[in-house]
Every structure is written in C-alpha cells, then in structure tokens.
C-alpha cells in the first residue's frame, strides 16, 4: 500500500487550467501504475486518466483527451494531471490512486484519500 495525498485543487474560470498533485509517501511510488478519478456532485466516482509506473504510456477518458495531461516524478514521488480548457462539468473532488497495470482497478490495501475539489465557474 502506498499513501497519496492530493493537492492544487481551487476555483476557476470557465477555460482555465489547473495542476492538480498526487504526492507519495513511500519510494515504492515508482512501480505502482497510478490513475486520477473524479466524483463530481450527485454522481458516482469515476475514472479519468492512468500512467504506467515509467510514465511511458498514459491513457485517459475520451471527456478530458486532448485537455489533461498526466505525468509523473519518481524522484519526487509525485503525479501530476495538467487540466486545461476546464469546463463546468469538470467540477469534482479529484482522486489518486494505484491500480492495476492496463485498468481502473484500485490494487488491493489502497484507500481512498480526501481529495481536491476543483471547481469550475461558467
């Protein structure tokens, strides 16, 4: 199991970007393939976009393609998602997670953490 906390969530402007932090508390963060998830208000959690444990493949929900970027520091042990072109809809309390390699399947002894909230103004 490894901790995550997230971090740089706020309150933006319809069209505006936001840089959102998964921080690690173990060095082990480096082989665990990570994801972003999202709960927006009144819907269920959803998945939003993984990276591999080397960063070299990245994969993401048709919603944000071409608008979030996600990306990682091992040295650091920090993930990141670039969220830009923020829309409304975009609203939610962000997550990070470990799961399984090719899925949105959180491994096993992972938990939730509190989250970010970002919201996004029209």
């Known amino acids: 199991q490894v901790q995550l906390v997230e971090s740089g969530g706020g309150l933006v402007q319809a069209g505006g970007s936001l840089r959102l932090s998964c921080a690690a508390s173990?060095?082990?963060?480096?082989?665990?393939?990570l994801a972003w998830f999202r709960r927006a208000p009144g819907k269920e959690r959803e998945f939003v976009a993984r990276?591999?444990?080397?960063?070299?493949?990245?994969y993401y929900v048709d919603a944000v393609k071409g608008r979030f970027i996600i990306s990682r520091d091992n040295a650091k042990n920090t993930m990141y998602l670039q969220m830009n072109s923020l829309q409304p809809e975009g609203t939610a309390v962000y997550y990070c997670?470990?799961?399984?390699?090719?899925?949105?399947?959180?491994?096993?002894?992972?938990?939730w953490g509190r989250g970010t909230q970002v919201t996004v103004s029209s």
């Open positions: 997670t470990a799961v399984f390699p090719g899925t949105a399947i959180m491994i096993p002894g992972q938990s």
């Open positions: 173990r060095r082990t963060f480096s082989t665990y393939t």
């Open positions: 990276i591999t444990w080397s960063g070299d493949i990245t």
